[in-house]
């Protein structure tokens, strides 16, 4: 029974991170550059491809600066295919976005 049970934890755990479908990379802290891949405005999340192929998740926090042309601009303003810039600082295996700024 113990056994039927963890197969069923099993399953469901890869059954969501599948439904997921994002294979993410985690980097060291710092500031990258990349394309928006995908803008999830329901969890204030974004999917960025940086320049050397990695995929970033970042979810953005209350402190994360999102800013175009040096002015504050609202998460609506994002969309897929931006261009953007990034810093992001690495929390065990998380990266917390502390500025993006939309660059076109």
Do not use: H
Request: net charge negative.
């Amino acid at each position: 029974m113990k056994s039927s049970i963890l197969k069923g934890l099993f399953v469901s755990a890869i059954m969501l991170f599948v439904a997921c479908g994002e294979s993410t990379d985690v980097v060291e802290s710092g500031t990258y550059q990349g394309t928006i891949k995908e803008v999830e405005p329901e969890k204030t999340e974004i999917y960025v491809s940086t320049d050397d192929n990695k995929t970033l998740e970042l979810y953005f926090t209350e402190t994360t600066s999102l800013t175009r042309n040096g002015s504050e601009v609202d998460f609506s303003e994002l969309e897929e295919g931006q261009k953007v810039e990034v810093e992001v600082e690495k929390v065990g295996k998380r990266l917390d976005p502390i500025s993006v700024k939309i660059m076109e």
